[in-house]
């Protein structure tokens, strides 16, 4: 069983910065897709950007240049690093790991809110 610990959340100005981290504890599947999804109040949960165990990269369209998603292997982790923020990037961001061969994991959700 995988349990997902996400951190970092938090009150930023708009064009702060914040870094989420997502630590990821248990049996963890060599090939695997890891994610960060958010959702605003009264909006669906969206794909902000995703890690594979390859190393493949994928954003959101409105996070591109912005965010960064990264991981360290030795401490299963993995970060969003998240620059020049804006009002609308204000939502509960949750951590999701999706193995291979079927399942899916999420995180507890943290929140961002950043102020105009």
């Known amino acids: 069983q995988v349990q997902l610990v996400e951190s970092g959340g938090g009150l930023v100005q708009f064009g702060g910065s914040l870094r989420l981290s997502c630590a990821a504890s248990?049996?963890?599947?060599?090939?695997?897709?890891m994610g960060w999804y958010r959702q605003a109040p009264g909006k669906q949960r969206e794909l902000v950007a995703s890690i594979t165990s390859g190393n493949d990269l994928n954003y959101a369209d409105s996070v591109k240049g912005r965010f960064t998603i990264s991981r360290d292997n030795a401490k299963n982790t993995v970060y969003l690093q998240m620059n020049s923020l804006k009002p609308e990037d204000t939502a509960v961001y949750y951590c999701?790991?999706?193995?291979?061969?079927?399942?899916?994991?999420w995180g507890q959700g943290t929140q961002v809110t950043v102020s105009s």
């Open positions: 999701n790991y999706k193995p291979t061969f079927g399942g899916n994991v």
């Open positions: 248990g049996s963890i599947f060599r090939l695997y897709v």
